[in-house]
Nanobody
Framework: QLQVVESGGGLVQPGGSLRLSCAAS????????IGWFRQAPGKEREGVSC????????YYADSVKGRFSISRDNAKNTVYLQMNSLQPEDTAVYYC???????????????????WGQGTQVTVSS
């Protein structure tokens, strides 16, 4: 069964950092694009970042550009989202998602992704 599982969420003070992990099971990530999305209370789910399968090209939403960094470790079958300079508006449930996608760049669009995790809570508060 193909699935992805997020971990690494928690409570952090403004200005702090967290690293989220997205671990794949039942398949290898080599040919899959991975996206990170988030949903804050009372808001729609939004795209945060994605990383392509072929060359590791990554993209970011404007709201996180320069603060978040996505990376993939195919040997560990895991994708990471390093989040720095966190602010209260980053508080949300963070989801990772996967889709088989080769030789094309990833896109930060929920409609593109087939396999979704259950999410991990990130709370930024003093």
């Amino acid at each position: 069964q193909l699935q992805v599982v997020e971990s690494g969420g928690g409570l952090v003070q403004p200005g702090g950092s967290l690293r989220l992990s997205c671990a794949a099971s039942g398949f290898t990530l080599d040919y899959y694009a991975i996206g990170w999305f988030r949903q804050a209370p009372g808001k729609e789910r939004e795209g945060v970042s994605c990383v392509s399968s072929s060359d590791g090209t990554s993209y970011y939403a404007d709201s996180v550009k320069g603060r978040f960094s996505i990376s993939r470790d195919n040997a560990k079958n895991t994708v990471y989202l390093q989040m720095n300079s966190l602010q209260p508006e980053d508080t949300a449930v963070y989801y990772c998602a996967a889709v088989y996608r080769v030789f094309r760049p990833c896109v930060i669009s929920m409609d593109e992704y087939l396999y979704w995790g259950q999410g991990t809570q990130v709370t930024v508060s003093s």
